[in-house]
């Protein structure tokens, strides 16, 4: 059965008027991953979009539960992006730039899949702590970190501070989006933060997402997605300030802020908090043009992708990024269109279909054997173009490579 939450008012600042801004349409879940061969039918619910401009927030009007969104059979593993990987460092790199020495200090990551940022931490010196609700979870075990296999609550929280009465550090990257009840998430923040603690929360960043129209970030598994004002309201509620901002280009635009007491922040961070601001006003007009663009890019890379099977038969594709499930539905992609997608060896998308279709999801190591009689492979990750082709040419592959967005 489809249930969701509908949102009646802005989660982050309280805002009772939220404007409809954005309807993709009823989707499957990213992470909704059929075993071939099973009959079973991927349900699909809606994405609509809400904006609040009083903290320029965008909402999921209609928010698909966690349980459904984050099994134990979840199947998303960090370790198998170099790009995600990357970040990962520079995140760690930053904060130990920005707060000093690691060593000895308690990081928290929630959210924190098969570990791979708690080891960069660990590598610095750090006593690491995970919290992860899924089966990831296992797989971040046995490397020196305390995990929790559970969702971030309350009694999560209460549970850390039984083991460990002082967290210097907590990370959230691409998670804080995740977690459906902001006020929740935020009581159970403020129980773990002593007066020196310092937040870490990396997400995409509205205004790339905007910029570039990234409209397929706006996936079920994220129920908000945030500017920097929307990051001073919550650190306000949190009774805190934020201290530093940057934006990394990981995920094609992050945003990246520290939370920690107020008086922290050096005038140049106040300074460039005022003028990203000033910019945010403007968001609200931007998804008038991304709608727009939508619907272009429906029709001419639908036609692009028509002529191509004409001339070549059946795609290729490679990489499943969870986000990739809204194109491929919006432009109704099938196995009548795409023979299948390749991922990584040891990634567990693999012997699945892709949501909402039956286009199976196999091993590169297929892919290798076939490279030299693929004259186009169509990517869906276009948003890490340049790892994905340093990988097939390293492989190889000299034919033509087509990006979905």
């Known amino acids: 059965m489809n249930t969701c939450n509908q949102i ?52 999921q009007r209609y928010q698909v539960p966690k349980t459904r969104l984050f099994p134990q ?20 790199d930053s904060v130990e730039q920005r707060l000093g020495t690691l060593a000895g200090r308690v990081v928290l990551d929630v959210g924190c899949n098969d570990g791979s940022l708690l080891d960069r931490f660990a590598a610095k010196g750090a006593i ?24 971030f609550s309350l009694s999560t929280a209460d549970r850390i501070l039984g083991f460990q009465p002082k967290v210097d550090i907590i990370t959230f990257t691409n998670v804080f989006a995740h977690i459906e009840d902001l006020p929740g998430l935020l009581v159970a923040l403020d129980r773990l933060m002593g007066e020196n603690t310092v937040l870490v929360v990396e997400n995409h ?41 940057e934006f990394p280009q990981r995920y094609g635009g992050n945003i990246r802020v520290m939370i920690g007491k107020p008086g922290a922040a050096s005038v140049e961070n106040v300074w460039l908090i005022e003028k990203v601001l000033e910019r945010e006003s403007g968001f609200a007009e ?10 272009r890019w429906k029709n001419e890379k639908r036609a692009e992708l028509e002529a191509l099977i004409g001339g070549h038969g059946k795609l290729v594709a490679k990489a499943f990024p969870g986000r990739a499930a809204i194109l491929v539905e919006l432009l109704g992609l099938s196995e009548n269109e795409i023979d299948c997608v390749y991922e990584k060896p040891g990634s567990l998308k693999i012997g699945h279909y ?22 186009v492979i169509l990517n869906l990750a276009w948003h890490i173009p340049a790892e994905i082709e340093a990988y097939l040419r390293a492989k190889g592959y000299s034919g033509r490579l087509v990006h979905v967005l």
């Open 8 to 59: 009646e008012k802005c989660e982050v600042c309280g805002a009772e008027t939220l404007s409809p801004v954005l309807d993709l349409g009823h989707h499957p879940m990213c992470d909704d991953l059929v075993p071939v061969g099973n009959p079973a039918e991927c349900e699909r619910s809606p994405i609509e979009i809400l904006y609040c401009a009083q903290c320029a927030t965008a909402h």
């Open 73 to 92: 059979t979840y199947h998303y593993r960090s370790r198998f992006t170099a790009d995600v990987l990357s970040g990962m460092q520079t995140l760690a």
């Open 128 to 151: 690491t702590i995970g919290v992860e609700p899924t089966g990831a979870a296992a797989d971040a075990e046995g490397r020196g970190h305390w995990i929790i296999n559970d969702y």
């Open 205 to 245: 960043y509205l205004g790339a997402v905007l910029d570039r129209n990234q409209f397929d970030t706006f996936y079920h598994e994220h129920p908000r997605t945030y500017s920097l004002n929307s990051f001073v309201h919550i650190a306000q509620t949190l009774g805190r300030q934020v201290i530093a901002v």
């Open 286 to 295: 931007q998804f008038a043009a991304m709608s727009a663009f939508i619907s």
């Open 354 to 375: 892709l949501p909402g279709t039956r286009i199976p999801i196999r091993s590169d190591e297929e892919l290798f054997t076939r490279l030299a009689s693929l004259p």
